[in-house]
């Protein structure tokens, strides 16, 4: 054979192996959950100011720590996986961004399945139903009972939660002031800043114990889009199918109530410290 041929015959056998590794690679890349087994680490984003879901306490080391229903729900996926299991806490509406680029590999943080977030992540089977509500000042209670009462109001939401949407359907000509975090949202309720606060009912009931001067507006409001859910990368079923099958055995166990009970719990300790 000639030597010119033989360099071809190389140089094209070592495309084609070229090519099965990228193919390999490509596969690997997109392979999230076998990726996540890999590196023996889960990377769950979450918004930790929104007990009981996730909150900050002062554990009994003084040390910092984030606890809530939602990091057991974490856990509990961490473990069925056999990883460890790493919280990242973020802005909210950053969480999305988060998980379709990869920078997390989950949002689990009360998220609702809306058709906007469904065009970047995709969603697990619901593992919570809620309703909504909204708080105003104990003062105000008697003014503003219902979300037609808050006409041309100014209402808080916090950015990028389903609670905004929510304002606006709700609340006829509505001035909505958007923050990221719940505590900042709170404040200005508290200042004077905004007339009400639209929230998750938990959460509403969790700040009343913390802050007795608000309280939560007799109309309730339900989610239309079905309750929280754990956002993950776009076309991921094996990740998908694990998480499901986790959050299925949360529900068939009845583990849920225990961990809203614990969480709860933990939240109003800190109010009382």
Known sequence: MKKGMLKKIFAIATIGVMSLGLISCGKKDVDKLSQIKENGKLVVGLSADYAPYEFHIMNEEGKDEIVGFDIDIANEIAKDMGVELEIQDMNFENLVAGVSSGKIDLAISGMSPDDERRK????????????????????????????????????GAQMGAIQADIAEEKI?????????????????????????LVVELP???????????????????????????????????????????????????????QFIVDATALAEKQVEN
């Open 172 to 196: 006829p000509e509505v001035d909505l002031q958007l923050l990221s975090n719940v505590n900042d949202l709170v404040l200005s309720l508290k200042t004077g800043k905004i007339e009400a």
């Open 203 to 257: 959460v509403a009931e969790m700040i009343v114990k913390n802050n007795p001067e608000l309280v939560v507006g007799e109309e309730k409001a339900t989610d239309a889009e079905g309750g929280s859910a754990v956002a993950l990368q776009k076309e991921q079923q094996a990740l998908l199918d694990s998480i499901n099958t986790t959050i299925k055995r949360i529900k068939d166990e009845k583990l849920l109530d």
């Open 120 to 155: 970047s992540v995709d969603f697990s089977d619901i593992y919570y139903v809620a309703e909504h509500g909204f708080l105003v000042k104990a003062e105000n209670k008697d003014k503003y009972k219902t979300f037609e009462d808050l006409k041309g109001q100014k209402v």
